[in-house]
């Protein structure tokens, strides 16, 4: 249940078209949200659990907590994404500004594909 109002709470914030030109967020498509998930969630089989902070925009991410960069097919799909890094923790996925290590995104993890 806890995990559910997590990712209720989550997608509230997470950018949609209508919010694209906002300058919170990556600005990426419903369509690109969901790709790029997918690709993530292929690339990521171990997401990280009980982490210490939130997942939302702007919530910066603690230097202990390991930054994988964003795959290149994902780097392809939304050019908004190159450069960027990214954390998955449970059924969520961060995008994650590497300098600042400030999350820019947070999409929902996408089925893996076999």
């Known amino acids: 249940m806890r995990t559910l109002l997590m990712i209720i709470a989550i997608l509230m914030c997470v950018p949609s078209e209508a919010s694209a030109q906002s300058p919170q967020g ?3 498509t419903m369509d ?3 790709k790029a998930a997918e690709i993530i ?3 990521e089989k171990a997401p990280l659990a009980n982490v210490g ?3 939302a925009i702007g919530t910066i991410v603690p230097v202990d907590v390991p930054l994988r960069p964003v795959p ?6 939304a050019p908004q994404l190159r450069g960027l890094s990214y954390v998955a923790v449970e059924e969520l996925i961060a995008i994650v500004e590497p300098r600042g290590r400030k ?3 947070v ?4 089925r893996p594909q076999k």
């Open 72 to 77: 290149s097919d994902a780097e392809e799909l």
């Open 107 to 110: 999409l929902l993890r996408g």
């Open 26 to 28: 990556v600005g990426l």
């Open 103 to 105: 999350i820019v995104a």
């Open 32 to 34: 690109q949200q969901i």
């Open 41 to 43: 969630t292929n690339a």
């Open 53 to 55: 902070f939130t997942l």
